[in-house]
């Protein structure tokens, strides 16, 4: 069988249970849409072909392969049949064909490729999927409805560790008695106020505040605790510092992503989403309602006050996908679904969920409900407009731009109509060949293929057709030219035009067409050609030996006659197609209409200064990015295989099938949606409080209960501490859906006070911490270390809300990091380097690196460099600026109060005061002319304080 044939082998044995939830996320979204589209039709068993013998529809057939070999080998691309057939490398082999669609788009190989490297992830079993069990799935614990479970009685282990007074130390010691295990003391002060500080705000406590609750807790420990808790909890910082964590959910971003054309790639108020999230929170808004109005604020009886359509963001915020719909669809579906109540609702886009009970059906059923919603033209009020000068001068730049806009929409219609007035003899000369093309083509591929417009073309034939326009002057000539037949052409020209210039220019000439009658008197009728006209065609030197070059001299004519429209001799050719009815006058709405994309292009920037005016100046009002139902709500089909040109059965609009109970529960009022956002914040959903639990517990410890925050299918196992979720969820249902209530259980509880030192017994027993007997130290995510470095430098500027900054262009903005720009096209390195969440999708949850990136940030940034100085300043401004060594020891103290809010320990204070005086390098030659004035000694002790691991750490 060969190494690879026994890895293809070992591999068919695999189970979807085998296999991780990451990698099989990875195959449902990015592999089998591929196979699906681009494969089936040749290797499937629902085809009923196995060209070469390979089939593509099981995990068994793509190892084992055809009559070539195993189409793949795990782990290496660069030896898979099937990479070298997607790449086109030989003309032998090449998927799909270049006659069945072509090769693949380079972002689709590349997911084969990753997979490959992944080891070939695959947990399809070869055969048709069993009808769902609902039944089954049913029993599935996280479907099961939400019951408050009893609290465990007291357990007294004689630890010396003061007992719990909340029922979640209840569920926690009950558990950890049951291993055997006993928690951990509680924290000391310093830690536990830094820790619940930056917990509920995301900032670091002040010196002043460390001293406060130090002496307030020596004299009424609990009690001071509590006090700083709910000091905490109604501070501003609480929302800003929240409002973060839910932005990773909804997959906020600032910007589209990707979008061809000139098209603004930034949402002009994505701010007011932002701002809404950040408000809800601090108000403490309930989360039932909080879910409501992000899903159909737009159907809520609001009254005057309109702020709630900016919770709209949530589903129309997300990446805009080259404006497909059906992409756009799916990720707010995703975002709902998964982001709400943990389902992967999505991975039913194109087949049954392959796990989960979601058919197809239930998939399309929700897309018809975002089907049947639009966004609006523009954009909805969040409040009245109230006159102000800033608004005023608002409008005064808006209208500015628009007139300019107006403008070149003016200039390129009087472009287009000038061009068509110089093509005037092509127009005459495509009307008189009409009547020979050939049969059956099409008046706009004729008038295409000689670049010409063809309603000007259709507005000629009329003109020309009325008797008293083919005998004006400018026109006649021509007509008598047409008249001649196409053997002998040139000479009968000549003949006719050395008549004409034997005549004299302003008598009258006659029509010398053969199949005009005489006049009543028996002469032919006299025609008076237009002088200027009749110069060049009677010019001596003119080259007339076709009607083409008859044509070639009207548009000369007719184009000077353009350009020096006032000139005596062009004025009446002028005239005459300067008329409202002259054919290349087509209505200015029709041109505009023809010349959108010209118009557009021309226009792109200008349009996208009146964008930015809504987040550059301070009187732009405010508005929603909101959705609105459309007029005539309709189900989706569902498409199968995903494919937008497969229809098949009406799938009508209805809640998921697993949470609907017996019969389907119909979301038909409008588009559905505010019916859907019922149905998920209903308090008998199973779902929605334990996620909403589960991620704030996630949050404040470092580690969910349950494991896939944004999974709870059906293959998540029960959390350890299943009854402790259960009873987090029933509470906060009970609540009235308060997350402060939740947040403050959850910091008054004896667990979350415990120390992050760990017991080796314990750690030896659990060493993932599952049973919390001790608090998980943690890094200080991204947001929180860059607004920790502008608090301590006494630069954090706390102005709330309103349009994103740029957290990257010097001066730098001191705002905290939530108002920070976020493009998620284009995310700065920055970001990344710290982990920060991908705002494409919704992010279950944010990862923890340690890489050395990280540490070349802090010691080379301009921006850490600017806050050490800052650190320096605002020691001597509070404390001093006496540069002798006797102050130093001082300057030190000061430094560690202000940067980690305690005094520093006798071996810190020498080995800083030892660094402070240490002499110059000998020989060190500084630069000419350094780009940036170098760090003073004490700046340089300052930046060494904010990059160490105290600063960047929580215990």
């Not at 992409?327 to 392959?354: E, N, P, Y």
């Not at 109509?417 to 110089?422: D, F, N, T």
């Not at 404040?700 to 293959?715: E, K």
């Not at 350890?720 to 008054?748: C, M, P, T, Y």
Request: charged fraction near 25%; glycine fraction near 6%; aromatic fraction near 8%.
């Amino acid at each position: 069988m060969g190494i690879a044939g026994s890895l293809a082998f070992a591999a068919t044995t695999l189970t979807a249970a085998d296999l991780p939830a990451d990698q099989l996320e990875f195959f449902e979204a990015k592999i089998r849409p591929i196979f699906v589209e681009h494969c089936y039709k040749c290797h499937s068993a629902e085809s009923g072909k196995s060209k070469g013998g390979l089939r593509l529809d099981s995990r068994y057939g793509i190892r084992t392969g055809g009559e070539t070999g195993p189409a793949i080998l795990p782990g290496d691309p660069e030896k898979s049949l099937l990479i070298e057939a997607v790449r086109y490398q030989s003309d032998d082999l090449q998927m799909p064909p270049p006659d069945e669609g072509g090769q693949l788009p380079p972002e689709k190989i590349a997911a084969l490729e990753h997979w490959i490297k992944l080891g070939a992830p695959d947990p399809r079993d070869g055969g048709k999927p069993p009808a769902f069990d609902f039944e089954k799935a049913r029993r599935h614990w996280a479907f099961q409805p939400v019951v408050m479970p009893a609290v465990p009685a007291p357990v007294d282990r004689n630890s010396g560790i003061p007992e719990f007074q909340h029922p979640i130390d209840a569920f926690i010691r009950a558990r950890l008695a049951k291993e055997g295990l006993a928690p951990s003391p509680e924290a000391d002060q310093r830690t536990l106020l830094r820790r619940v500080t930056y917990d509920l705000t995301g900032l670091p406590p002040t010196p002043e505040e460390m001293d406060g609750f130090r002496r307030e807790a020596a004299v009424d420990g609990d009690a001071a605790y509590a006090r700083v808790v709910e000091r905490l909890l109604a501070s501003p910082r609480y929302g800003e510092r929240w409002a973060r964590a839910w932005l990773d959910v909804a997959r906020y971003a600032d910007t589209k992503g990707y979008l061809a054309g000139n098209v603004e790639r930034r949402y002009p108020f994505s701010h007011t989403y932002r701002d809404y999230v950040i408000r809800a929170f601090n108000e403490d808004r309930p989360y039932d309602q909080f879910i409501v109005e992000q899903i159909a604020a737009d159907r809520l009886p609001l009254g005057e006050d309109k702020s709630a359509l900016a919770a709209l963001g949530f589903l129309t915020l997300g990446r805009r996908f080259l404006n497909n719909q059906n992409d756009i669809i799916d990720d707010r579906i995703d975002v709902v679904t998964r982001g709400l109540m943990g389902l992967t609702v999505s991975c039913a886009r194109c087949h049954d969920h392959k796990f989960d009970p979601i058919p197809t059906k239930d998939y399309y059923a929700l897309h018809g409900v975002f089907a049947s919603s639009e966004e609006p033209k523009e954009e909805p009020l969040l409040g009245p407009l109230t006159p102000s000068p800033a608004y005023e001068q608002f409008l005064k730049r808006q209208a500015e731009l628009e007139a300019k806009i107006k403008g070149r929409e003016q200039d390129e219609v009087t472009k287009f109509r000038a061009a068509a007035r110089e093509k005037t003899g092509d127009y005459l000369l495509a009307v008189h060949d009409l009547v020979r093309r050939p049969p059956g083509e099409k008046l706009e591929l004729f008038a295409g293929v000689r670049k010409l417009n063809v309603e000007v073309l259709k507005r000629w034939q009329e003109f020309l057709a009325e008797e008293t326009n083919r005998n004006h002057p400018a026109l006649a000539p021509w007509f008598a030219l047409a008249a001649l037949p196409g053997d002998g052409f040139a000479e009968r020209a000549a003949d006719l035009l050395s008549e004409w210039r034997a005549a004299n220019p302003g008598a009258a000439v006659y029509d010398r067409r053969e199949d005009r009658g005489q006049s009543a008197g028996g002469h032919r009728p006299p025609l008076h050609f237009d002088p200027a006209l009749l110069a060049v065609l009677a010019n001596p030197q003119a080259v007339v030996a076709s009607l083409k070059d008859v044509a070639t001299i009207y548009n000369r004519v007719f184009t000077e006659a353009e350009k020096t429209p006032y000139a005596a001799e062009y004025e009446p050719l002028y005239k005459l197609l300067q008329a409202d009815h002259a054919p290349p006058n087509l209505p200015y709405d029709t041109v505009a209409a023809l010349l959108r994309r010209e118009i557009g292009n021309k226009t792109a920037a200008l349009r996208r200064e009146i964008e930015a005016l809504n987040w550059t100046e301070p009187g732009a009002p405010l508005r929603a990015m909101a959705l609105l139902d459309k007029p005539s709500p309709a189900d989706s089909r569902v498409l199968i295989r995903g494919n937008p040109a497969n229809r098949g059965d009406e799938a009508p609009r209805q809640f998921l099938a697993i949470l609907s109970g017996e019969q389907p529960v119909p979301l038909t009022h409008g588009s559905g949606r505010l019916d859907l956002a019922r149905q998920i914040a209903s308090p008998q959903n199973p779902l929605t409080a334990r996620v909403l639990v589960n991620r704030v517990w996630g949050w404040h410890f470092g580690q969910p209960l349950v494991a896939t925050p944004s999974d709870f299918g059906v293959r998540t196992a029960p959390p350890v501490q299943r009854e402790l979720l259960d009873w987090l969820a029933a509470s906060f249902v009970e609540n009235h859906w308060s997350l402060k209530q939740l947040h403050r259980g959850i910091v008054l509880s004896r667990t979350y006070r415990q120390s992050a030192n760990a017991n080796p017994a314990a750690l030896a027993a659990d060493p993932d911490n599952q049973l919390l007997h001790h608090f998980n130290r943690h890094r200080l995510e991204f947001e929180s270390l860059r607004d920790t470095l502008l608090a301590v430098a006494g630069a954090l500027d706390l102005t709330p809300g309103g349009a994103p900054d740029d957290l990257t262009k010097e001066p730098f903005t001191r705002r905290r990091t939530i108002y920070g720009f976020i493009d998620r096209q284009n995310l700065p390195g920055m970001f990344r380097t710290f982990d920060y969440p991908n705002p494409d999708v919704s992010s279950a949850g944010r990862f923890a690196t340690t890489v050395p990136q990280q540490a070349l940030f802090m010691m080379n940034s301009p921006f850490v460099q600017e806050q050490a100085r800052e650190v320096v300043r605002r020691m001597e401004r509070e404390g001093g600026s006496v540069a002798d060594a006797e102050s130093d020891e001082h300057a030190v103290q000061r430094l560690y109060r202000i940067v980690y809010q305690r005094d520093p320990d006798t071996p810190e204070l020498a080995l800083a005061l030892g660094f402070l005086h240490r002499p110059a390098i000998a020989g060190a030659a500084p630069a000419t002319k350094p780009p940036v004035q170098p760090l003073t000694r004490r700046e340089e002790l300052a930046q060494v304080l904010l990059l160490s691991n105290e600063l960047a750490f929580v215990d």
